[in-house]
């Protein structure tokens, strides 16, 4: 039992590490696809782990307007960043925090790192920061129930509230008889990964554009060792939405340490579905227009719609199933 | 086993028929509402088929067949004729904005959902949930016939009701006679027909079909 909780625990540190290490990696690989689509070469893997070296030996020029709230941001966001990707299982059923808290705790400690950016985006008193934050603030108001109401649908179904919980019970599904409430649920929850990690059709990370920019225009401030930190906890944040959506929605390859063989294939099947999923955002990102502010919230709409029809769906199915 | 197999294909397709709704509900292009439309009846049919094999009720092939002929090809390609006939606008127009249609149509279905209730007088031999969908179609075609401006979308608001009226019937009572069956498929191509010639006669008369315009026929 003791060597037992002992292996548990390092595989649940290895987790956080993986994610930490492969979340450049991610965004990395969205960048290559889509200079491959418009025939270009992209940077090598090894360029965005540089970059971030090199941000974080620069200097700093900091506005002498900032007050605490800017320099104590950047800590703030990636702290909090790193302790939601520590409750989420990565390739096997456990999390290093997973008894900390459930899902809720998770959609509202990423909400606090958000507040603080909006915050400090503020400070510093600029029109674009101000700009920025209003853009993020609005758009994540509306992000939030479509997030919360898809989990809640599948926490329905799982009857736990823990993202443990959920990728376990979801692991035990026959996953044929179940898609009809995951598909819109794994719908509303794209949509919504979509957004928060800046992606296409809401955000374009690729550009300082002032007419479009969101997250960019929040972090204009910001240079060194503070903007690799922002930058890496925003990675890690899609790269924490992309194995929620990968365990909860294709479990297979989730293992529970017991037998190495396990162990040895599981990290291997869990790179091949981040890998397919970022394949997929990045498709998206190829093929499609960055929506005008004003059409986003539709789009988020439809996510919460979504997420009502999978909650719904359940209700009038389960009550004779 | 393999009706267990039958019934997760009949829910994964009722579910996509509902969102399939509220897909055409929302399409801001008209072209892309009559694609849905073709969809929608395409998920029509596929029910129909999982329902005529889980119940062994073999006749309802044929209305499968005759879903998947007449309203995902025949009647989707008259629309799409007399759009480029009448060489209207794309975008559809509603009285009221996207956001807040989505959360009447979502609003819509549970009123559907708890108002159909527990259906005891019903008691339809199929997985029950069809009651509550089919009625939420229903109501989710009345309001697209309500909030539309131009004819032709009120046209296919019109049609997503006898799509909802088509599913209540195939599963709660398994189809009516197939002599009436084929009629009410006729009815309903020569209806969107008749249809199709009415908007060519409103914007005849009124240069466009904008139904707003039909109040100048009051004295």
């Not at chain 1, 070469?41 to 307007?65: C, H, N, W």
């Not at chain 1, 939601?84 to 456990?94: I, K, T």
């Not at chain 2, 029950?128 to 969908?133: A, D, L, P, T």
Request: proline share 3%; charged share 15%.
């Amino acid at each position: 039992m003791e060597i037992m909780n002992y292996s548990r625990f390092i595989l649940s540190l290895a987790q956080v590490l993986l994610i930490l290490g492969l979340a450049p990696a991610v965004s990395w690989f969205i960048k290559k696809m889509k200079a491959a689509s418009q025939n270009r070469v992209g940077p090598t893997l090894l360029q965005v782990y540089a970059d971030l070296r090199k941000l974080f030996r620069k200097g700093m020029v900091i506005s002498e307007r900032a007050s605490w709230i800017f320099h104590c941001m950047p800590y703030v966001l990636f702290s909090v960043t790193l302790v939601a990707a520590s409750m989420v299982p990565v390739f096997f059923e456990g999390s290093l925090l997973g008894f900390m808290g459930d899902l809720i705790v998770f959609v509202y400690l990423l909400a606090l790192g958000k507040f603080f950016l909006a915050l400090a985006a503020l400070d510093t008193g600029t029109s674009f920061g101000g700009m920025g934050s209003s853009r993020e603030m609005t758009l994540s108001s509306l992000a939030e129930p479509a997030l919360l109401l898809a989990l809640f649908a599948l926490a329905y179904h799982a009857k736990t509230l823990s993202l443990e919980g959920l990728a376990a019970h979801f692991n035990r599904q026959a996953s044929f008889r179940i898609l009809f409430f995951t598909l819109p649920a794994l719908g509303a929850l794209l949509i919504v990964a979509i957004a928060e990690s800046g992606r296409i059709p809401v955000d374009n990370p690729a550009t300082h554009l002032e007419l479009t920019m969101i997250h960019e225009a929040m972090i204009l401030e910001y240079s060194g060792p503070y903007l690799a930190l922002i930058e890496w906890s925003h990675e890690i944040k899609q790269l924490i939405f992309l194995s929620l959506l990968a365990n909860v929605f294709f479990p297979w390859g989730l293992s529970n340490a017991e037998g190495i063989a396990g162990l040895l294939f599981s990290p291997a099947v869990y790179l091949l579905k981040i890998f397919s999923l970022a394949f997929v955002i990045g498709w998206i990102e190829i093929l499609s227009a960055k929506l005008r502010l004003f059409r986003v919230p539709d789009l988020l709409g439809v996510a919460y719609v979504l997420a009502v029809l999978s909650l719904l769906g359940q209700l009038m199915m389960g009550r004779w199933m | 086993m393999e009706q267990e197999w039958i019934l997760s294909i009949i829910h994964l397709t009722s579910m996509a028929f509902l969102v399939t709704s509220f897909a055409l509900l929302v399409s801001p292009q008209l072209f892309s509402c009559i694609r849905f439309y073709a969809i929608h009846s395409f998920f029509l049919a596929v029910i129909t088929l999982s329902t005529a094999f889980y119940n062994h009720v073999y006749h309802l092939i044929i209305s499968a067949v005759l879903t998947l002929v007449l309203k995902t090809i025949v009647i989707p390609q008259i629309f799409f004729r007399m759009i480029r006939r009448l060489g209207m606008r794309k975008e559809v127009e509603t009285y009221i904005n996207i956001p807040l249609s989505l959360l009447f149509s979502t609003l819509l279905v549970f009123i559907s959902f708890y108002g159909v209730g527990n259906m005891k007088a019903l008691d339809p031999p199929l997985s029950k949930e069809f009651v509550s969908i089919s009625v939420s179609t229903l109501f989710l075609g009345m309001f697209m016939m309500t909030t539309r401006k131009k004819a032709l979308t009120q046209v296919l608001g019109l049609l997503l009701i006898e799509n909802g009226l088509f599913l209540m019937g195939v599963t709660t009572t398994f189809g009516m006679p197939l002599l009436v069956e084929i009629g009410i498929f006729f009815d309903v191509l020569v209806g969107a027909i008749i249809m199709g010639v009415f908007v060519f006669k409103i914007r005849g008369a009124f240069e466009g079909i904008d139904v707003d315009k039909l109040t100048m026929l009051k004295g």
